[in-house]
């Protein structure tokens, strides 16, 4: 299992407010997996990746990935876990500016001390098709050659788990569908698990499961348009 989550509860504390986020979220993602995770703005999307990426820990429960506890973990051996098994898109992207498309995917690769760092990146470019555009800078892309850069800096390093958070928010019809072609190419080829955090139906439709968060709970499954057997075993 990549990832198993038992009764994991998130408070965000406000001033003298406790925000719930997450009220008791229970899941499983087996090896080469994609689940989908769709619910209205502020149902705890985000909250959920960021446990599941040890970016943060739960108020209560487990969150265990490749079957180790983030809460047994001190800072450095979590940012570790990160650094090694996880890839992370990002809502709202966080490409460097200052940093050419190249150098952005280059990066988790010079924090984790690998070697021929420039030559990896450059493949992953060419991997997720946009290795003409390695020189230039974020803001002379376009948004879907921008989350291109994001996926392929999400995966340079080889994690076992990639984290999406709606990759294809920000992107038109076209765009967005080749961005999912991408993933399921990217998924095919590397075998990553992949956890993914949507708005779109079409988004989710490509993932093989789909569950609905509603206020910090999970749901059951949202049929997909495409699934006519929604509801089989699992
Ligand atoms: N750092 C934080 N401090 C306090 N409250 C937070 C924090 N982050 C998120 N929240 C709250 O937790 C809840 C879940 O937020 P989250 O960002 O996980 O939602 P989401 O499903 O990703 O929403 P969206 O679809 O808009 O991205 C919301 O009520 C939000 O206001
Ligand atoms: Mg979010």
């Known amino acids: 299992m990549v990832l198993h989550l038992l009764n994991v509860e998130k408070h965000y504390a406000v001033s003298d407010q406790r925000v719930p986020a997450l009220n008791g979220v229970s899941l499983d993602?087996?090896?080469?997996?994609?689940?989908?995770?769709?619910?209205?703005?502020?149902c705890g999307k985000t909250t959920l990746l960021n446990?599941?990426?040890?970016?943060?820990?739960?108020?209560?429960?487990?969150?265990?990935?490749?079957?180790?506890?983030?809460?047994?973990?001190?800072d450095d051996a979590l940012t570790e876990?990160?650094?090694?098994?996880?890839?992370?898109?990002?809502q709202f992207l966080q490409l460097l500016p200052t940093l050419s498309a190249v150098e952005n995917v280059e990066l988790p690769l010079q924090l984790a001390g690998a070697r021929r760092p420039r030559g990896r990146a450059v493949d992953m470019l060419e991997m997720v098709g946009i290795a003409a555009l390695a020189d230039r800078h974020p803001h002379?892309?376009?948004g879907g050659e921008m989350q291109r850069v994001a996926i392929a800096r999400a995966l340079?390093?080889?994690p076992g788990l990639l984290l999406a958070d709606e990759p294809t928010g920000s992107l038109d019809d076209e765009a967005a569908a080749s961005v999912i072609g991408l993933l399921r190419d990217l998924r095919e080829r590397l075998g990553t698990s992949i956890l993914m955090?949507?708005?779109?139906?079409?988004?989710?439709?490509?993932?093989?499961r789909r569950l609905t968060l509603r206020d910090g709970r999970l749901a059951a499954d949202a049929p997909s348009a495409d699934t006519p057997s929604a509801g089989g075993p699992e």
């Not at 997996?33 to 703005?41: D, I, Y």
């Not at 876990?81 to 990002?90: P, Q, S, T, Y």
């Not at 955090?197 to 093989?208: I, V």
């Open 51 to 74: 446990l599941a990426g040890a970016a943060d820990l739960p108020t209560s429960g487990h969150v265990e990935i490749e079957g180790v506890r983030t809460s047994s973990l001190d």
């Open 29 to 42: 993602l087996g090896g080469g997996e994609w689940l989908a995770v769709v619910g209205r703005s502020g």
């Open 140 to 142: 002379q892309l376009s």
């Open 81 to 90: 876990l990160r650094r090694r098994r996880i890839g992370f898109v990002f």
């Open 156 to 158: 340079v390093h080889g």
């Open 197 to 208: 955090a949507t708005h779109s139906p079409e988004a989710a439709a490509a993932a093989d």
